[in-house]
């Protein structure tokens, strides 16, 4: 065996494969300032924050576009050209260090111990600790998990903006017919044979709030359609780069099954080199389902983040609402209280041209949070179409790894029949 083989074939000592370890994770924890735009200069850590948060957020920053601060974020173009293919070899120099990242990391069991209860800021969930231990385990494919994050980033822009949108919507339509409404009289009055009656009054009413309400609704619907389209199109971006790359590493898996089974016709069958190549196609093939794994458990704690923030920035939708509602209908209140108190010929026309407001105000106000004109959790996983993935049990690992045994088990039994000696 020449001294070259004989140097592909060695194992690597502890200190070599901590060296290796540390190195895979500096690419994962370290962002160059130099490539960092301006405007996320702010969320470069000085040092490495907890689990990694920050940095991962100014990598996912970098993936992003935005035209104006009134629009969504969206992947740039050529987002997805970030995320590294896979090499194409897969020797020890192209992997032996990311597996050792696998293989060797050692993390606390027990978190809590860090803990003060008045500091809120030093508490650990679940979620973090799990992030935590995929980030350190497979740096490898930290910018997978960027895209991920990124799509989190561009669904929080789309969330606050449409509740932005919405608001501002409801406060428009609701200040559009108060004025007119409770100023038909004086507008009324410029025209010589208008009759001045309440039914009339009314009448006109009941038409503003039509026009308007279509106006504000259609309006709204339309923004929202908007919203969805440019969401689902973030939606299925992300979709097809995860399946791009979880099924590229399935082909790999089936590549390096096949390759392990077939190791010991690729060398001279009085050498050992074969063994020792079987052993690292073996250890390869168990650790790339498990990258597959990892990015499913990813991508679920990132979804389960968004499911959350969906939830509460709904609630601060609805209540911002409800809070535009009750001003209106506070302010009107009062308007009909000056009304009942100054009294007059035009005391009734008054009254219920107010009171048309504030059922005005109480009908858009919830038209504006009904499910027509949100964004859904529903239709954000619809989009993605992450039935069709190829995910973690798509590998049928234990059943090829089994298969490459049994080939081994067969070679060594068929050696020991033909009396074949081996060292």
Not at 400 to 409: P, S
Request: aromatic fraction near 10%; include cysteine.
């Amino acid at each position: 065996m020449s001294e070259s083989e004989a140097e592909t074939t060695e194992t690597t000592t502890p200190s070599d494969r901590e060296d290796a370890v540390e190195e895979a994770r500096a690419e994962l924890e370290q962002a160059p300032a130099s490539e960092l735009p301006p405007d996320v200069e702010e969320f470069r850590p000085k040092e490495i924050k907890k689990f990694q948060h920050s940095a991962r957020r100014a990598r996912a920053l970098l993936l992003l576009e935005r035209r104006s601060m009134f629009e969504p974020a969206a992947y740039k173009e050529n987002a997805s050209h970030l995320i590294k293919p896979e090499p194409d070899s897969y020797e020890k120099s192209e992997y032996a260090g990311q597996i050792d990242c696998y293989t060797g990391f050692k993390h606390e069991l027990i978190h809590f111990h860090k803990e003060t209860v008045l500091n809120f800021r030093s508490w650990v969930n679940h979620s973090d600790i799990n992030i935590y231990v995929i980030e350190n385990k497979f740096p490898i494919d930290a910018a997978v998990r960027d895209y991920i994050t990124a799509f989190k980033l561009i669904l929080k822009s789309y969330q606050w903006l449409h509740i932005l949108w919405k608001r501002m919507v409801q406060v428009a339509a609701i200040l559009v017919f108060c004025l007119l409404a409770l100023n038909l009289p004086a507008i009324t009055s410029l025209f010589a044979a208008f009759p001045a009656s309440t039914g009339a009054y009314l009448g006109i009413a009941s038409a503003l709030a039509l026009v308007i309400g279509l106006i504000t609704y259609g309006g709204t619907k339309s923004l929202t359609d908007n919203f969805q389209a440019r969401l689902q199109s973030a939606s299925t971006t992300l979709g097809a780069t995860l399946n791009s790359k979880t099924a590229k590493l399935n082909t790999r898996f089936a590549q390096v099954c096949n390759d392990a089974g077939n190791a010991r016709s690729t060398y001279d069958s009085n050498q050992r080199d074969w063994i020792e190549h079987a052993k690292w196609l073996t250890r390869v093939a168990m650790w790339l389902p498990k990258r597959v794994d990892y990015m499913d458990r990813f991508f679920q704690l990132e979804m389960q983040n968004i499911r959350a923030f969906r939830n509460g920035s709904s609630i601060i939708g609805n209540l911002s609402a409800l809070t535009i509602l009750l001003v209106a209908e506070t302010v009107l209140g009062w308007r009909l209280h000056t009304v009942l108190q100054a009294g007059g010929p035009e005391l009734e026309s008054q009254a219920l041209l107010v009171v048309a407001g504030m059922l005005f105000a109480a009908v858009i106000s919830w038209l504006s949070t009904t499910g027509d004109v949100s964004l859904r959790n529903k239709d954000i996983m619809r989009w993605m179409n992450e039935q069709s993935w190829t995910k973690f049990g798509d590998f049928d690992m234990f059943r090829n790894i089994e298969g490459i045994v049994d080939t081994y088990a067969y070679q060594v039994y068929a050696d020991q029949n033909r009396g074949s000696s081996r060292s």
